[in-house]
T-cell receptor, first 119, second 111 residues
């Protein structure tokens, strides 16, 4: 399977614990995105990388959230001191983009998501 | 007010019906418009992609964009039970990269 993969698929944690999710994009996709989706809502943008550079962060990404893409391949999203409001589906997407301005080819392909439940 | 508005439904229709799903948006700078399908507890799957105003057809699916009205639609012909899912509209501005999604419409096709 050459699609976007995410691990773990489900994570249950207690409030105050730290959690880390991993995303493996489609091979050779240079852009990687993180979104958060709560029940009954559409995904909301969190951040994105072009290669290893983090180019944009949403104001939704509080100081407790950090994302990395150390070698321009897989990415991790860490949430420190989890709160019940962090419970959501965390989605990763990837795309292949020429240059910096993007265009019609920037189709984002999504992974299956990691469902986080904070008790 | 959200940038992209989408009626969450739920919408329930009989098999074989024509389904119309719609979104409105407020930012006239949006240039690229997509429809994603999301099955329960899965990631969104891209269905249709259109640029600027006009129609695009792919099998049983037709996407329409009316930029003058800031209104986009997805039509599903000869709907099948396997089309039962949540349909998300999404759009972005070239150079901005982040997708802005609607709330999603939950659709059920009854056999």
């Amino acid at each position: 399977d050459t699609g976007v993969s995410q691990n773990p698929r489900h994570k249950i944690t207690k409030r105050g614990q730290n959690v880390t999710f991993r995303c493996d994009p489609i091979s050779e996709h240079n852009r990687l995105y993180w979104y958060r989706q709560t029940l009954g809502q559409g995904p909301e943008f969190l951040t994105y990388f072009q290669n290893e550079a983090q180019l944009e962060k949403s104001r939704l990404l509080s100081d407790r959230f950090s994302a990395e893409r150390p070698k321009g391949s897989f990415s991790t999203l860490e949430i420190q001191r989890t709160e019940q409001g962090d419970s959501a589906m965390y989605l990763c997407a990837s795309s292949v983009t020429i240059g910096t301005s993007g265009g019609p080819g920037d189709t984002q392909y999504f992974g299956p998501g990691t469902r986080l439940t904070v008790l | 007010q959200k940038e992209v508005e989408q009626d969450p439904g739920p919408l329930s229709v009989p098999e074989g019906a024509i389904v119309s799903l719609n979104c409105t948006y407020s930012n006239s700078a949006f240039q690229y418009f997509m429809w994603y399908r999301q099955y329960s507890r899965k990631g969104p799957e891209l269905l249709m992609y259109t640029y600027s105003s006009g129609n695009k057809e792919d099998g049983r699916f037709t996407a329409q964009v009316d930029k003058s009205s800031k209104y986009i639609s997805l039509f599903i012909r000869d709907s099948q039970p396997s089309d039962s899912a949540t349909y998300l509209c999404a759009m972005y501005i070239q150079g901005a990269q982040k997708l802005v999604f609607g709330q999603g419409t939950r659709l059920t096709i009854n056999p």
